[in-house]
């Protein structure tokens, strides 16, 4: 079958050409509504047959739910949306028509049971672009992946190839939109007359500058190639310039087969007050409306150091080998996320003067991985959250810490006092809230929080010397819902405790477990006292129970419906799994076993 017979499809942006028998012709096909048009369905290829429209690598349809006079393999799952269930080698075509051409985004909406996935996508016969799938955690279980490169498209007829080539991934559509602005494309060498029109023209890294903050308008997107950027005058993606709401700047790093792109500083950790001429990777400096993402950095002094500037989205970003993570200063709607820093030797993220409408989510912030001979400097912290140098500056507020943990932050001082909290906060900050976050192995407080009035919603903390440290002198009380306060390790002469506390703190339907010293330390060293409420929750030992709470005069711990094992003569509640190494598996260690006990922190889904 020709390409030339291939007609009748419905003109507009990847709609798919299809006459099946007995199915409804391409025009009376259901397709997506106006906010989404260019939807394909994996199971609506071409016709004409094995070698012409599709290969696979059997004759037969192994399932016969759907165009059984035909090779490729359509599944159904539960939900009874057909899937194409292909294996590495198989590919399938599909005619385009295309009214307006320029850059789409390519989405697309499989399964892949464990590892990775590789698949491509070729236009035209053209060099394919590969594609690397995370997994789904099981092929009933779909998930739609945008494409970090998008398909420039000609205005008219073209063939799009999907090629399976590496897992096990059911697919079941591929939808697209079009982008605004332009594409320019970046590699370490360049290649061509190095203009940035396409990857073989790609500007080289030594124009990166240029691209950046010259080329680059409203709207348009940077693409970075992997490889490894090195030089004697290390590379900075410096930001001086702005896109806007509707169009903002972005720079993608992509995977073209070999990772991501990593950039490399000389900043080092036996010098970690010194730059060495590799301040930031990524700097924006009164720059508003950027998208980066998809990046690696080591030996940087500041992974990204941004000051006066808005409206940021910063994901997969990996930094290792740097002093602090992302340094923010007077920042406003701000977004970190799926993103990761290790081995620094300061701060994973620091938050200067006025921060304001920041959500940090997916993030893994691990000063030490466990190595003790990791150097690290007085006071490190996964999050710091500090007082403006000016105390008539509002501090930083409306902060949104969502699956954020924080590990390893390690530090003794000359003195042997342990310090090196997973977070820690001033007092000037407001309106923050922790969801579904955790903190281990930190040598002080899991949290080290003196904000108004926080909340915090299924958080965990274990094996830090005070797993939670709560100072709030607000007239509302730091709420805690749900959280698990275990394992506190003595590590100095100060107290331990599950909970730590000089200041007004409520807390619900939560666990403090197996905690060294008390699981409750209240102190009265500041106005107003200690004035702690325990509702609906869990205060035990995991052997013979000890005080349950250690008190200083003039503070007040009151329980309300919560089981507490306190003293010899207490019996400590039984959990199911608790392990003083736990991170999180099996999810519900900490549950009670007598199912009569309701009270406590239960593991969420």
């Known amino acids: 079958m020709s390409r030339q017979l291939r007609d009748g499809c419905r003109a507009f942006v990847l709609a798919v050409c ?9 025009e009376q096909l259901p397709y997506g509504a106006n906010a989404f048009p260019g939807v394909i369905r994996a199971y609506d290829f071409d ?30 799952r539960g939900s009874g949306d057909y899937e194409v269930r292909g294996a590495p080698g198989e590919w399938l075509e599909y005619t385009i028509d295309v009214p307006t051409g320029g850059r789409y985004e390519v989405s697309l909406t499989y399964s892949q049971p464990s590892g990775s996935a590789q698949i491509s996508l070729g236009l035209d016969g053209a060099a ?8 789904t955690g099981g092929h009933g279980t779909f998930q739609s992946y945008k494409v970090t490169t998008p398909l420039e498209v000609t205005p008219g007829r073209h063939v799009l190839r999907f090629t399976f080539a590496g897992g096990d991934v059911y697919l079941r559509r591929l939808s697209s939109a079009l982008l605004p602005g332009r594409s320019f494309y970046l590699s370490r060498s360049g290649a061509g007359v190095k203009d940035g029109s396409s990857w073989s023209q790609a500007f080289s890294a030594t124009q990166l500058s240029t691209a950046l903050n010259q080329t680059l308008a409203a709207g348009d997107t940077l693409y970075v190639a992997g490889g490894l950027y090195e030089s004697s005058t290390p590379y900075s993606f410096s930001l001086t310039t702005s896109g806007t709401e509707a169009l903002p700047k972005k720079v993608v790093g992509v995977d073209l087969g070999s990772g991501l792109p990593v950039f490399k500083g000389l900043w080092t950790p036996t010098d970690p007050g010194s730059s060495n001429k590799s301040y930031a990777f990524i700097r924006f400096t009164n720059a508003h409306h950027w998208d980066i993402q998809g990046l690696r950095a080591e030996g940087y002094y500041h992974g990204v150091r941004a000051d006066g500037s808005s409206h940021l989205q910063l994901g997969q970003l990996h930094f290792t080998r740097v002093r602090e993570g992302f340094a923010l200063s007077n920042v406003s709607q701000a977004k970190l996320f799926q993103s990761d820093v290790s081995r620094y030797t300061k701060r994973g993220i620091r938050l200067t003067e006025t921060v304001s409408e920041l959500l940090v989510e997916d993030f893994i912030a691990d000063a030490t991985t466990g190595d003790s001979s990791w150097p690290t400097e007085a006071y490190p912290f996964g999050v710091s959250v500090e007082n403006p140098a000016d105390a008539a500056t509002p501090g ?19 003195s042997g006092y342990q310090n090196g909290d997973g977070f820690s906060l001033e007092r000037t900050a407001s309106k923050v809230s922790f969801l579904n976050s955790a903190a281990f192995d930190n040598t002080d407080g899991g949290w080290d929080d003196k904000s108004q009035a926080a909340y915090y919603e299924n958080c965990v903390a274990l094996r830090n010397k005070r797993n939670f440290r709560l100072w709030n002198d607000n007239a ?11 394992y506190a390790q003595k590590r100095d002469t100060y107290s331990t405790a599950g909970l730590w506390s000089q200041g007004y703190v409520e807390v619900y339907d939560s666990t403090f477990f197996a905690n060294e010293g008390s699981e409750i330390v209240l102190e009265n060293n500041t106005t ?20 349950v709470a250690s008190k200083e005069g003039g503070t007040t711990l009151e329980l309300v419906d919560s089981v507490a094992c306190d003293g010899a003569a207490g019996t400590p509640v039984p959990l199911r799994a608790p392990s003083a190494g736990w991170t999180g598996q099996p999810a519900d260690a900490f549950n009670p076993v007598n199912t009569t006990v309701t009270q406590g922190y239960r593991s969420t889904p």
């Open 128 to 135: 394919p672009l590969p594609i690397t799938l995370p997994a």
């Open 18 to 26: 299809v006459s099946i028998p007995g199915v409804a012709s391409a």
């Open 528 to 547: 107003p006292a200690a004035r702690v409420k325990l509702v609906h929750s869990i205060l035990s030992d995991a052997g013979p129970c000890g005080a």
């Open 476 to 486: 509302q009380p730091t709420v805690l819902n749900n959280v698990l306060g275990a």
């Open 47 to 76: 016709q004409g047959g094995e070698g012409i429209a599709y290969h696979d690598l059997d004759a037969v349809n192994t399932y016969q739910y759907y165009r059984p006079g035909e090779a490729v393999d359509i599944g159904v």
């Open 396 to 414: 930083s507020h409306d902060l949104v810490f969502n699956r954020v943990i924080m590990k390893n932050n390690t530090f003794t001082s000359t």
